[in-house]
């Protein structure tokens, strides 16, 4: 099955206290970005379409090694809205799109392998990558079926109620979808929600709510799927890419 990658690359980074792009902040000397874009070859996609924004020429330039296309999300408005963007570069591709964030360096190659194989096993239209975390404090939750791989809902915690807070299960914002079913629901969602933005987990309900089967697959590493929003997360992410080398 052909597979493509969307990479989301459009923050400001504004809690990193700088103006630098978020995925241009360095881990161990090099940017973050280079790390989610070194990752996205070695699952061979078709193509990659990076989601540009903030000081999207910094982005652009400090990537031109890479194969990639780009997409400008202006302005931005949400996951949901970064990921429309990359549409028109997608018009004529038929397949899986595996979504990334360049603010999520440390996760695995082996892991989103699996993550797709599952997909494909489960003949799933949409899949999350989900981890259980100790203090899942600010994430989304991921509310399943009980006792199996199907997905009822993802929350935002902001929209959390009291019992869906206490999941521990918890969304990565690394997600594969069949193309055709993603670029359609993209159309359906809306910014009826706490942060009046377009949430790219809309999508999922969507799909519930038409009967596909969505599903999520859970790695045992919790460590690879942090994202980095601070100077204190960035300084973790070094200390676990210097652990992972030794």
């Known amino acids: ?5 969307i990479v989301m690359a459009a923050g400001k980074g504004t809690r990193m206290q700088s103006d630098l ?25 078709q193509k990659i379409v990076l989601i540009i924004g903030h000081q999207a ?6 990537t031109a090694g890479y194969k990639v296309s780009t997409a400008l999300q202006e302005p931005q408005l949400g996951t949901g809205h970064a990921i429309m963007q990359a549409e028109a570069e997608l018009r004529d591709f038929h397949g899986e799109v595996l979504i990334l964030s360049g603010d999520a ?18 003949n799933a239209v949409a899949t999350v990558l989900t981890a259980d ?7 989304g939750r991921v ?11 993802i929350v935002e915690q902001k929209d959390a109620t009291e019992t869906e807070r206490a999941v521990r299960e918890i ?11 993603l670029f359609d629901a993209l159309q359906e969602i809306t910014t009826n929600n706490a942060q009046n933005e377009y949430y790219l987990t809309d999508v999922f309900s969507i799909c519930f709510q038409s009967g596909r089967h969505v599903c999520a697959f ?19 992410a070094e200390r676990l890419m210097l652990e992972d080398v030794h």
């Open 218 to 236: 859970k790695t045992d590493n919790p460590n690879e799927i942090i994202g980095i929003n601070t100077l204190e997360q960035l300084k973790e």
């Open 1 to 5: 099955m052909a597979l493509a990658i």
């Open 143 to 153: 509310i399943r079926e009980p006792d199996s791989d199907s997905v009822l809902k």
């Open 105 to 122: 360096p440390l996760v695995n190659p082996r892991t989103l392998k699996k993550l797709i194989a599952f997909h494909h096993t489960k």
């Open 57 to 62: 020429e910094l982005v652009k330039a400090a």
């Open 133 to 139: 975390m100790e203090d899942p404090t600010g994430y």
């Open 171 to 181: 969304n990565s914002g690394i997600y594969v979808f069949n193309a055709a079913v």
């Open 21 to 45: 792009p978020k995925v241009l902040h360095q881990a161990n000397q090099r940017p973050l970005i280079e790390y989610v874009l070194d990752t996205s070859l070695a699952l061979d996609p």
